[in-house]
């Protein structure tokens, strides 16, 4: 019979399926109860295109979405963001190089991280239930406490898309903002993909416009 136990390991089979962990430093995918805190991770990732992954834990899991565009701080700015696999817990500290000729080949590297909650803020148990109902239901509140994502959030599932489309949203509160906002122009020092996006530049191109301007607060 499958218990709970069961059905948590299951729901990393995907995650493990389409990964060679003798190949990729990655985790392997182990279902983790962590005790205190949720916690939360973006990692940007430069693959066949540079994206966003957005992780939330839940059930020992982090439920993950790939956000092409980043996530936004303005609420204007609804960011598609994908379903994809549940990851193991313990990827939230991967950063790293995946190995030409495996699944999400490039560089990840860590660019924001936190706990987080329900949208009410609650004690872990009833957040978790909050959470879970959320998810279930195509529309999951919650309360992010980042570096740089702050305050709340949503995840709305589109309707009628039978492939995992969702929509990013970020609450009109104190940590919004009013103006162009881009991830890209708060990307970590030293970071391993900006190194690698400059040695990779195509040369001929010519910029035709400057990107978004970064938000300072
Ligand atoms: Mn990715």
């Known amino acids: 019979m499958l218990n709970e136990k069961n059905l948590l390991n299951m729901a990393l089979t995907l995650y493990n399926k389409k990964r060679n962990f003798k190949e990729t430093s990655e985790p392997a995918g182990k ?46 700015d609804k960011r598609l963001a994908m379903m ?18 495996n699944y999400g080949a490039g560089i990840v590297e860590i660019w924001d991280k936190g706990t987080y909650t329900d949208i009410e ?32 959030f949503a995840l709305v599932k589109l309707k009628g898309n039978e492939d995992n489309s969702w929509l990013l949203i970020k609450h009109n509160d104190d940590y919004a903002v009013a103006t162009d906002y881009s991830s890209e122009d708060d990307t970590p020092k030293n970071s391993p993909i900006n190194k690698w996006l400059d040695e990779n530049k195509k040369p001929a191109k010519k910029k035709t416009s400057a990107g978004p301007k970064q938000v300072k607060k």
Do not use: M
Request: charged share 30%; hydrophobic share 35%; proline share 5%.
């Open 84 to 101: 994809v696999e549940d990851h193991p817990y313990d990827y939230k500290d991967f950063a790293g190089t995946i190995p030409e000729g």
């Open 31 to 76: 279902v983790n109860k962590t005790a205190s805190k949720l916690i939360f991770v973006v990692q940007r990732h430069k693959a066949s295109r540079l994206h966003y992954d957005f992780r939330l834990e839940l059930d020992g899991v982090l439920k993950s979405w790939a956000v092409p565009k980043g996530p936004s701080l303005n609420p204007k």
């Open 121 to 152: 803020n609650s004690e872990n148990d009833k957040a978790v239930k909050n959470l879970r109902a959320g998810l279930k239901a195509g529309n999951l509140k919650f309360q992010l406490f980042g570096k740089k994502l702050k305050g709340e």
